[in-house]
């Protein structure tokens, strides 16, 4: 599932094959599109950058256009540098040259003005995001710290407290940072809270450069006991979204 290491990475790839370039193809051919009918605006603009802001990326153009995705749970960016066009239907198709880039389905996929863009509610609301060189770490405490009276690994899901966090994420960071889940964050002292949270960047960095995530713990408990001590994981769903945590009860109190 995408989560803020996948969109740092799509929009990495996205800038390295289309940044400075005039785009010469931009089109929605899936009707069921939310741009079906505006792609060609961006045709004969030139794309100027590509940012990702938690799970958000934002593409923004020449002439005060920007492309705004949320890929959900299951949308996808797909680039390719040798002229061919990534097959399957595409909401969003970009090409200059040789390179080609592809959006499909996600949560949200829209075309807006920089304005628009700057002062969407959305994203003027999210926390910091590790992977960001903005990246405010003392913000990001004090909005963990804020939250109290959650459960620890709800709280790591919420965007407004550490953008780009997904699930599979905040089940590691909690477990190298040898956290339950189902502490509450008031519980946690300086400490803990300081290595949940460094924790978390670090499994997003590591991702980012690697090109996968780590999983000590993430579905486990399909794979054996904790790499740890052996015991067997957990798992249940958690928060009002229900997402499955998976933890040690041996190795994270």
């Known amino acids: 599932m995408p989560e803020g290491d996948t969109i740092h990475r799509a ?14 193809l931009a089109a929605a051919p899936d009707p069921r599109s939310p741009v079906h009918g505006r792609a060609q605006q961006l045709q004969g603009t030139v794309l100027e950058r590509v940012e990702a802001r938690g799970k958000h990326l934002l593409a923004h153009f020449s002439g005060d256009l920007v492309i705004h995705s949320h890929l959900g749970m299951n949308g996808r960016w797909r680039i390719r540098t040798d002229g061919r066009v990534p097959p399957g239907p595409a909401w969003l198709l970009l090409a200059s040259g040789p390179a080609v880039a592809a959006q499909s389905g996600g949560k949200l996929l829209r075309l807006v003005s920089e304005s628009r863009a700057r002062n969407d509610p959305a994203l003027m609301q999210l926390g910091p995001d590790p992977l960001r060189p903005d990246y405010d770490r003392a913000e990001a405490l004090r909005r963990l ?6 459960e620890v690994g ?33 519980e946690l002292d300086a400490l803990e809270l300081e290595t949940l949270v460094d924790e978390t960047r670090e499994i ?5 450069r690697r090109g996968r995530r780590p999983r000590s713990v993430y579905r486990a408990n399909r794979r054996g006991g904790c790499p740890r001590c052996g015991a067997a994981i957990d798992a249940r769903g958690q928060g009002d979204a229900n997402r499955t945590a998976y933890w040690c009860p041996g190795c994270q109190t």
């Open 204 to 208: 997003m960095l590591e991702s980012l």
């Open 154 to 186: 709800d709280a790591l899901l919420d965007q407004r407290i550490l953008a780009g966090v997904g699930n599979a994420i905040r089940n590691e960071a909690c477990y190298q940072a040898a956290v339950s889940p189902w502490r509450r964050v008031g």
């Open 11 to 24: 929009a990495r790839r996205l800038e390295g094959a289309l940044a400075g370039r005039e785009i010469g």
């Open 145 to 150: 710290r804020a939250a109290a009276g959650r």
